[in-house]
């Protein structure tokens, strides 16, 4: 790993184990609005109280909830929780989306899964995935029998899903699109709906460089194949639904 990458991974095992020792009320109690555009929850501003200090080093951070702070030749753009209704809800999938850019350009990004632990980066030797609390690492290999596809904001898009549906497309709407895009070489294709913010996308898109992408301004479509992609884009425009 590289120093950026361990630093992160460091960072979130030290939010993960606060998570471990239990759940406390602060953690759901809103904040007001982040530079985002979204309510900051308690566990937001923990968990970025927490990354601003450690990855400070590395140049200035640009926040979801804090917005730009610091200074450097390399910008961290930071979304410290990705779901965080969910994490406020008590539902297992919710992580941290970190994208380390220079001259606007990913040069080395990282979603975590602060619920389950996987930990995903890439580098320059590629896209890796590990375990908060392990030192090993693998390449992260392409599922060729996923059985499901994952639609980010499915319940703001009644009239695709059901064409997924009646198509017999099986899919999940889990609610944290970094995460969702770190998992895309496993299942069959991840839809996004809806204006998107740099602070989701940077890292895990830039994860998805050898699928298959197809960027609306507010759809997003990646998948292991094309005709599966240019086949959910159809459907997208309502030009192959029944």
Same mark, same amino acid.
């Given at each position: 790993?590289?120093?950026?990458?361990?630093? +992160?991974? %460091?960072?979130? =095992?030290?939010?993960?184990?606060?998570?471990?020792?239990?759940?406390?009320?602060?953690?759901? *109690?809103?904040?007001?609005? &982040?530079?985002?555009?979204?309510?900051?929850?308690?566990?937001?501003?923990?968990?970025?109280?927490?990354?601003? =200090?450690? #990855?400070?080093?590395?140049?200035?951070?640009? /926040?979801?909830?804090? &917005?730009?702070?610091?200074?450097?030749?390399?910008?961290?753009?930071?979304?410290?929780?990705?779901?965080?209704?969910?994490?406020? /809800?008590? #539902?297992?999938?919710?992580?941290?989306?970190?994208?380390? %850019?220079?001259?606007?350009?990913? =040069? %080395?990004?990282?979603? +975590?899964?602060?619920?389950?632990?996987?930990? $995903?980066?890439?580098?320059?030797?590629?896209?890796?995935?590990?375990?908060?609390?392990? =030192?090993?690492?693998?390449?992260?290999?392409?599922?060729?029998? @996923?059985?499901?596809?994952?639609?980010?904001?499915?319940?703001?898009?009644? *009239?695709?899903?059901? @064409?997924? #549906?009646?198509?017999?497309?099986? $899919?999940?709407?889990?609610?944290?699109?970094?995460?969702?895009?770190?998992?895309?070489?496993?299942?069959?294709? +991840?839809?996004?709906? &809806?204006?998107?913010?740099?602070? *989701?996308?940077?890292?895990?898109?830039?994860?998805?460089?050898?699928?298959?992408?197809?960027?609306?301004?507010?759809? #997003?479509?990646?998948?292991?194949?094309?005709?599966? @992609?240019?086949?959910?884009?159809?459907?997208?425009?309502?030009?192959?639904?029944?």
């Amino acid at each position: 790993m590289t120093p950026f990458v361990q630093a +992160v991974k %460091e960072t979130a =095992e030290t939010i993960a184990a606060i998570l471990e020792k239990g759940w406390r009320r602060e953690f759901s *109690d809103y904040e007001g609005i &982040g530079a985002g555009g979204d309510e900051t929850a308690g566990i937001d501003r923990l968990a970025e109280e927490i990354y601003v =200090e450690r #990855l400070s080093p590395f140049g200035a951070i640009d /926040s979801e909830e804090c &917005g730009r702070v610091g200074q450097g030749s390399a910008t961290v753009v930071l979304d410290p929780i990705d779901g965080s209704s969910n994490a406020v /809800s008590g #539902l297992p999938y919710f992580g941290s989306s970190i994208a380390l %850019e220079r001259d606007g350009k990913v =040069e %080395e990004a990282v979603v +975590v899964n602060l619920a389950n632990g996987d930990f $995903f980066y890439k580098t320059t030797e590629g896209l890796m995935r590990s375990k908060l609390g392990e =030192e090993r690492s693998g390449p992260v290999v392409r599922r060729e029998s @996923a059985a499901i596809g994952i639609f980010e904001k499915a319940y703001a898009n009644p *009239d695709l899903a059901l @064409a997924l #549906l009646r198509r017999k497309m099986k $899919f999940r709407s889990p609610g944290a699109v970094a995460l969702s895009l770190a998992y895309a070489h496993y299942v069959d294709f +991840v839809i996004f709906a &809806g204006p998107r913010r740099r602070y *989701d996308f940077a890292a895990a898109l830039w994860m998805c460089e050898e699928l298959v992408t197809i960027a609306e301004p507010e759809l #997003l479509i990646v998948a292991k194949e094309r005709e599966t @992609a240019e086949a959910l884009q159809r459907l997208a425009h309502q030009k192959e639904r029944p």
